[in-house]
C-alpha cells in the first residue's frame, strides 16, 4: 500500500488511513496475538519457531 504512494503528489488521507491500518494491526499482533501465542504455545513450539543464535 505504501509503495503505491506517488511520493511527489501524495493522496495524504490514503496515507493516513494506510498508517492508521498498519497502527491497528501491529497493535493487534502485540496486544493480542503475541500474549495469546505466549499462553497457549507450548515451550516445545517455541524451541521450534525460535531461531538458533549463532556461535
Known amino acids: 500500500?505504501?509503495?503505491?504512494?506517488?511520493?511527489?503528489?501524495?493522496?495524504w488521507p490514503a496515507v493516513l488511513g494506510a498508517l492508521d491500518l498498519l497502527h491497528r494491526h501491529i497493535d493487534h499482533e502485540e496486544h493480542g496475538l503475541f500474549p495469546a501465542a505466549v499462553i497457549m504455545l507450548p515451550l516445545a513450539a517455541w524451541d521450534r519457531i525460535t531461531p538458533r543464535q549463532p556461535g
Open 1 to 11: 500500500m505504501l509503495g503505491a504512494i506517488d511520493r511527489d503528489a501524495p493522496d
